[in-house]
């Protein structure tokens, strides 16, 4: 299992790192490129230009890894992590119609705020309604600090269940927005499943596979994306992350972990949430110097002192890390075997 798992990483990593460097002159000679938004700090203005839909590197590992070092498993029936992996490319495909349209129009708005609320309810209707048909998840809402787990109506699961996904997708996109703040802040959360598989045995290991492959892809990519970033994974990376982050947590059958794993994204989304209801009650005050979270240090919110992207980098992975290892303490005897 520990091989299978370091392959998984391995495979994915080099992959990324290795399409990378033919991938992005390519994206770049088709003019791919980021359109920075007119409202955000204004020394963002500089990454104007800058390749996008790098995800794309990280995904292909992640796929890569499922089809080869997870066909065995598959061959013998086991196939929760092309689940897995199917959703999370659906909302990858999601992200990609709006990162494209996006380079089309060169603007920083693609589809429509409704159009892609629209898609994401669909897919992940559809997603829980497939995964508890082929009885990967039941209608049982586990509390990890306590053990318990507490039988719901099925219409209250899938609606805990969509309103799960939808949050944690948009959260993993509201927190790209500094270079390798996505990336690093999810790795970690990878990382977290990837442990959870170890110390719960081999009936997770698919699913370990595939957390493995995404840490591995992942730290492929931050060698393009970290500060000063020579790639972002875009809309198509982003959402691609957000829908792998849900669609793990149901299928290890414990979304409410994502509130103790997933600290840093539930922040940036409360931050924009409340910056815009204050907004709109106060007739024009703000909370926070800028929205989301980490552009409100960028811009010196409350301390005065301006973080700079590498420092907003290790704070939010630093966290992140601790968030994993409490996350980790709550669960690893669920399935002891």
């Known amino acids: 299992?520990?091989?299978?798992?370091?392959?998984?990483?391995?495979?994915?990593?080099?992959?990324?790192?290795?399409?990378?460097?033919?991938?992005?002159?390519?994206?770049?000679?088709?003019?791919?490129?980021?359109?920075?938004?007119?409202?955000?700090?204004?020394?963002h203005g500089n990454k104007a230009g800058t390749p996008t839909m790098g995800g794309v590197m990280f995904i292909l590992g992640c796929v890569l890894v499922c089809l080869t070092l997870g066909f065995p498993g598959m061959l013998q029936g086991h196939f929760e992590h092309i689940f897995v992996l199917a959703f999370s490319l659906v909302f990858g495909a999601i992200g990609f119609l709006d990162d494209w349209k996006k380079v089309q129009q060169k603007q920083n708005t693609g589809l429509t705020t409704k159009q892609k609320f629209a898609l994401q309810l669909v897919a992940a209707v559809l997603f829980v309604?497939?995964?508890?048909?082929a009885g990967y998840i039941s209608a049982k809402i586990y509390f990890p600090l306590s053990?318990?787990?507490?039988?719901?109506?099925?219409?209250?699961?899938?609606?805990?269940?969509?309103?799960?996904?939808v949050g944690t997708v948009n959260a993993v996109n509201i927190i790209d927005g500094v270079?390798?703040?996505?990336?690093?802040?999810?790795?970690?959360?990878?990382?977290?499943?990837?442990?959870?598989?170890?110390?719960?045995?081999?009936?997770?290991?698919?699913?370990?596979?595939?957390?493995?492959?995404?840490?591995?892809?992942?730290?492929?990519?931050?060698?393009?994306?970290?500060?000063?970033?020579?790639?972002?994974?875009?809309?198509?990376?982003?959402?691609?992350?957000?829908?792998?982050?849900?669609?793990?947590?149901?299928?290890?059958?414990?979304?409410?972990?994502?509130?103790?794993?997933?600290?840093?994204?539930i922040i940036e989304t409360l931050s924009d949430i409340i910056?815009?209801?204050y907004f709109k009650i106060t007739g024009g005050k703000r909370v926070f110097r800028m929205a989301p979270f980490h552009h409100h240090l960028e811009m010196g919110g409350w301390t005065g002192r301006?973080?700079?992207?590498?420092?907003?980098?290790?704070?939010?992975?630093?966290?992140?890390f601790i968030c994993m290892v409490l996350s980790f303490l709550t669960v690893y005897n669920r399935y002891m075997y």
């Not at 994915?12 to 955000?40: D, H, M, S, V």
């Not at 703040?181 to 997770?204: D, R, Y």
């Not at 698919?206 to 492959?213: D, T, V, W």
């Not at 301006?306 to 992140?320: N, R």
């Open 179 to 265: 270079d390798g703040l996505a990336s690093g802040t999810s790795i970690p959360v990878f990382l977290f499943f990837v442990l959870v598989s170890f110390a719960w045995g081999t009936e997770f290991l698919q699913l370990g596979m595939f957390a493995s492959a995404m840490v591995g892809g992942l730290v492929g990519f931050l060698t393009f994306n970290f500060n000063p970033a020579k790639v972002f994974m875009g809309d198509t990376g982003s959402l691609f992350l957000g829908g792998a982050i849900a669609a793990l947590a149901f299928a290890y059958d414990m979304p409410l972990i994502l509130l103790m794993l997933c600290v840093m994204f």
């Open 275 to 277: 910056q815009v209801s």
């Open 147 to 165: 053990g318990r787990e507490v039988p719901v109506p099925l219409w209250f699961y899938y609606v805990f269940a969509v309103f799960v996904v």
């Open 306 to 320: 301006k973080w700079k992207e590498k420092e907003l980098f290790m704070l939010f992975t630093s966290v992140s």
């Open 129 to 133: 309604w497939i995964m508890r048909k």
């Open 1 to 43: 299992m520990t091989i299978k798992m370091l392959c998984a990483f391995l495979l994915a990593f080099l992959f990324a790192t290795a399409f990378g460097k033919y991938y992005i002159p390519w994206l770049i000679k088709e003019n791919a490129r980021q359109a920075i938004k007119e409202n955000g700090p204004t020394w």
